[in-house]
């Protein structure tokens, strides 16, 4: 199980419609990202732009409360994206709160999930969400290792479905922070009781450990990944430790 569990918030269209009703858009947002929200025309990203902040400032003052300091305002959470595209975030007065943790992103048609882990402790976080369907054969193939592939074509019975694969690759991608760029440079095994894990191929840089797991939630597959440098602490997962963290997190979001 992960040592120290990251924490795992989802939303739905319908969360974000009732938390902007209720609070209005501008004790939500902070003035950048306000900006940065008008400069998007594109109807459907904006939906997924404000479902990932909404999702993001939900499981961070969910985290502040359970630590027991001041809930920060909504508003006075920002989040942005660095250089090479990772989401950040910064507390108005409160900058010992970003260099505690990190997070992750991830939305599709307007649901969206976040990601929340301590830095030191955990390592980075990646997540991906996708809707639970299935995945063509030719796009999996672009996503597999030649090992992964030789077990798909051996129809193993315990492989994981095609979406899971891709989910978890992409939370690896972002957990990763740069260390590797392509699904292929990520290699997944899976044991007879649908255990799965994962590690970093065919770089040139010595390999992070790498933890994941995944789950269903809704109509929504849902996949985590924690990356910790070599020399930390070593960790291991599994599908319960997370498990348990998705289905608190999102039946309180839900409800």
């Known amino acids: 199980m992960f040592a120290h569990p990251p924490r795992l918030h989802f939303v739905t269209p319908a969360i974000v419609e009732r938390t902007l009703a209720r609070l209005g858009t501008p004790r939500v947002l902070s003035d950048g990202e306000r900006t940065a929200v008008d400069r998007l025309a594109v109807d459907r990203r904006r939906r997924d732009w404000l479902a ?23 508003r006075d959470i920002t989040v942005w994206n660095e250089a090479a595209g990772a989401p950040c975030f910064t507390v108005s007065g409160r900058p010992e709160l970003a260099r505690r943790w990190n997070i992750s992103i991830a939305h599709t048609d307007g649901a969206a999930v976040a990601a929340l882990a301590c830095t030191d402790r955990s390592g980075t976080v990646g997540v991906d969400i996708e809707r639970t369907q299935p ?8 996503a597999l290792t030649s090992d992964e592939a030789r077990r798909f074509r051996d129809d193993d019975p315990h492989r994981p479905a095609p979406l899971v694969v891709w989910t ?18 990520i ?4 044991s007879d009781a649908g255990r799965v894990t994962a590690r ?10 790498i933890a994941v797991t995944h789950r269903a939630v809704g109509d929504y597959t849902i996949a985590l990944a924690l990356c910790r440098r070599v ?8 599908r319960s430790t997370v498990g348990e963290h998705a289905t608190t997190s999102c039946a309180a979001a839900v409800a």
Not at 56 to 68: D, M, N, Q, S
Not at 187 to 190: I, V
């Open 168 to 185: 978890l690759k992409e939370a690896v991608l972002k957990a990763g922070r740069g260390v590797c760029t392509a699904l292929r440079d």
């Open 231 to 238: 020399g930390r602490r070593p960790f291991e997962a599994d």
């Open 187 to 190: 290699e997944l095994t899976w």
């Open 200 to 209: 970093v191929v065919g770089v040139r840089a010595l390999a992070p450990e």
């Open 52 to 74: 990932g902040r909404i999702a993001v400032k939900r499981t961070l003052r969910a985290a502040v409360r359970e630590c027991g300091e001041p809930v920060p305002a909504y």
């Open 135 to 142: 995945l063509s054969a030719s796009l999996i193939r672009y």
